[in-house]
């Protein structure tokens, strides 16, 4: 076994630091509908092929892309609560980095204050991501795509050249995990560019049977070739790319993509000072999946993972040039820590922290509910509030609401509540987007809109015009109201009398 390394003493440091945080990592609109999802595939055997959530006339089509990790984050959740969940994605981005990465790092940097610096940098860029969401599986697998082919067609150790013929079983998982498998064709296409421009074209024809296969693999789903039209409907559509902020270009003076500027400037400076050691496949990656982080600010943490390469054998070509004590210490410490672990003793303290997780223990609150799960972000009273209205129906109530708190009350209350819209853009539809926009910011013609809805409830944040609208209403109660939300209750009418 291993001895710990500094680099995993590092990912140890981020684990503890995320993991009791008391930073809740549940603020992904969807999450609540992905765990119960989840939960039915687990109890049922199936997968849905009709939406169960949403409130209406007819139940709609839906393909449920990502299937299979509702199915693992319901079973955390089931096991050990937030508290597991929690851990687990943590465990699994800095699986990503640290477990399928690090190695490479080390290797290409030569020096551990290197590896240190080009970890640090791709971490602190993917970071943006890092909520309980499917994604995070994307992350793991495209890593280990990454890895596999760059073994493949560099002859490294690690995973080894025949590995190559894994893609196939690895894209058949992800298809079910996740939409974003593409990614990872696209690394192979990279890899048959490069052996081509150098006149392998063996190699080539190698890589093209495995895409070939890895393609046929995906096809592996309860949905078939629906799982294309399906992702390629949103990618396809302006209307919704421009509703939801992970589709917006990077914004470099915003703090939050710190990680991802600083990359860009690393790039450039040791470009600049070190001798040119990129391979043609380091190149069309890093150069295309720049340019798809810059305009669409969710692949970034993808652009991070293909930048540790290039930024490790640039970084590594330009640094520590001087002779002397301190620069003999630290290649001494470097040679050490090829031979130590990078992630062997974080893992096992991760699954050590689930256990106990488990058990029920909470070191000073830090992983309660109220802390780190989905209750700490949405507005926990005032669905407690509705709840005890929902009681006094036998069917669902119509309840107005955000589209970002229709995965949560979905969570916490179906299916006494079928809730009026949620985050699942192109199941929902534009019409029903576009009325909850009129009807929210009391538009003209957003009574109109009301009264067609039926809605006996709603839930508003307290800056929404419609709050402001509704509360002098005649027709209209407050019920519950505080800082995040207030829940609004339609008067019943008065009854005529008949005598009159």
């Known amino acids: 076994m291993k001895r710990i390394g500094l680099l995993d003493i590092f990912a140890l440091i981020v684990l503890l630091s995320l993991a009791l945080g008391a930073h809740s990592l549940a603020g992904d609109p969807g999450v609540g509908w992905h765990?119960?999802?989840?939960?039915?595939?687990?109890?049922?055997?199936?997968?849905?092929?009709?939406?169960?959530?949403?409130?209406?006339?007819?139940?709609?089509?839906?393909?449920?892309?990502?299937?299979?990790?509702?199915?693992?984050?319901?079973?955390?959740?089931?096991?050990?609560?937030?508290?597991?969940?929690?851990?687990?994605?943590?465990?699994?981005?800095?699986?990503?980095?640290?477990?399928?990465?690090?190695?490479?790092?080390?290797?290409?940097?030569?020096?551990?204050?290197?590896?240190?610096?080009?970890?640090?940098?791709?971490?602190?860029?993917?970071?943006?991501q890092l909520f309980i969401r499917p994604v995070i599986f994307s992350f793991l697998l495209f890593a280990l795509s990454y890895r596999i082919v760059r073994s493949w067609l560099f002859a490294e150790p690690w995973p080894g050249k025949t590995s190559i013929w894994t893609l196939p079983l690895l894209f058949a998982v992800w298809a079910n995990l996740h939409p974003a498998f593409p990614l990872g064709g696209m690394v192979l296409i990279a890899a048959v560019v490069h052996l081509l421009w150098i006149g392998e074209r063996t190699k080539a024809l190698t890589g093209v049977v495995v895409g070939i296969l890895s393609l046929a693999a995906t096809l592996i789903n309860p949905y078939g070739i629906r799982l294309y039209s399906a992702g390629a409907g949103l990618v396809g559509d302006s209307y919704f790319m421009n509703l939801n902020v992970e589709w917006y270009s990077t914004d470099s003076h915003m703090v939050l993509f710190a990680g991802f500027t600083a990359i860009i400037c690393a790039v450039l400076l040791f470009s600049a000072r070190a001798d040119s050691r990129l391979q043609l496949f380091d190149r069309v990656l890093l150069l295309l999946f720049l340019v798809m982080a810059s305009t669409f600010r969710r692949y970034i943490p993808f652009c991070a993972i293909v930048a540790a390469a290039p930024l490790s054998a640039l970084m590594g070509a330009g640094v520590i040039k001087t002779k002397s004590a301190l620069r003999t210490a630290i290649l001494s410490l470097s040679a050490k820590e090829q031979r130590s672990s990078s992630f062997l003793y974080t893992g096992i303290a991760a699954l050590v922290l689930m256990l106990i997780c488990s058990l029920g223990f909470d070191p000073a609150g830090r992983l309660s509910p109220q802390a780190i799960g989905i209750d700490a972000i949405q507005p926990a009273a005032a669905s407690r509030a509705l709840g005890e209205e929902l009681d006094q129906f036998t069917g669902s109530p119509r309840v107005f609401h955000s589209p970002d708190w229709g995965g949560y009350l979905t969570f916490s209350h179906w299916p006494a509540l079928k809730t009026f819209i949620d985050d699942r853009n192109l199941l929902n539809g534009k019409e029903y987007y576009e009325a909850f926009f009129i009807i929210s910011q009391a538009r003209p013609g957003w009574e109109e809109r009301l009264a067609k809805g039926r809605f006996q409830y709603a839930l508003l944040r307290p800056d929404m015009p419609l709050n402001t609208v509704l509360a002098q209403s005649q027709d209209w109660e407050t019920i519950h109201q505080d800082d995040s939300a207030v829940l609004l209750k339609r008067k019943a009418e008065t009854p005529t009398d008949p005598s009159r």
């Not at 990502?66 to 319901?74: K, T």
């Open 35 to 128: 765990l119960l999802n989840g939960k039915l595939i687990f109890a049922q055997g199936a997968v849905p092929q009709v939406d169960l959530f949403l409130l209406r006339e007819q139940p709609q089509p839906w393909v449920a892309n990502q299937w299979l990790s509702d199915v693992i984050l319901w079973l955390s959740y089931s096991y050990g609560g937030w508290a597991v969940l929690h851990t687990l994605v943590i465990v699994i981005f800095l699986a990503t980095f640290f477990g399928i990465l690090a190695p490479m790092v080390k290797r290409d940097c030569g020096n551990f204050l290197c590896a240190f610096f080009v970890l640090l940098l791709v971490l602190l860029a993917a970071s943006v």
